[in-house]
């Protein structure tokens, strides 16, 4: 009877080890995510996770920080029509609200004609795939040995008119300098480089 517990006891220790390694592994990963396509789909897949798949927002950021890796900031409504949007930010895998905001639209409009959702027609996937390209370009042209990611966001127009929305990628040399920023259309095309 004794040795039956015994054994009772390792395998819950055992699983008890197993629930505590998957929670870890978990956590925090969007901060650790490396600054590509691939990467940035899965801070999308960690805010469809946190927000919901139909979430809406006005403002989407990620800052790459060298000490403590990817820090997100969004402006996010799951009912756009409540006027009430929340600031969030995740800094190594911990989410805050950092406050609550209030919209005014123009009289007859929705407000959810302001604001874009994480679908086919803007990504991060696709952000991922033009900071490799703007990271390509800048090595080519500039002849920067390894230029990290400082900013990369959506560009959502005041207006709400889906098809002015740009992608932004803010690039930096590894040790500091001038920063060069790419902006680009939704389907990828460069708009122009500003340094």
């Not at 604001?115 to 795939?129: A, R, W």
Request: hydrophobic residues 35%.
């Amino acid at each position: 009877m004794v040795l039956i517990k015994s054994k009772f006891k390792n395998i819950n220790l055992l699983l008890i080890a197993i629930v505590v390694s998957l929670l870890m592994s978990c956590g925090g990963d969007a901060s650790k995510q490396p600054t590509d396509e691939k990467g940035f789909l899965a801070i999308e897949e960690e805010l469809k996770n946190k927000f919901g798949d139909n979430a809406y927002y006005t403002d989407l950021t990620i800052t790459y920080n060298k000490s403590i890796g990817n820090i997100i900031g969004v402006t996010v409504t799951e009912v756009p029509e409540s006027l009430k949007m929340e600031q969030w930010n995740s800094t190594q895998g911990n989410w805050k609200q950092n406050q609550e905001i209030s919209l005014e639209v123009p009289q007859g409009s929705k407000a959810s004609d302001f604001m874009f959702q994480l679908n086919e027609n803007i990504n991060l996937s696709k952000l991922g795939e033009l900071t490799e390209k703007s990271i390509a370009q800048l090595k080519a042209e500039k002849d920067l040995n390894n230029p990290i990611l400082s900013m990369a966001f959506v560009k959502f127009p005041k207006n709400g008119e889906l098809s002015k929305t740009e992608y932004a990628v803010r690039l930096e040399p590894e040790h500091g300098g001038t920063s060069f920023t790419f902006y680009y259309t939704l389907g990828g095309d460069l708009i122009k480089m500003d340094y």
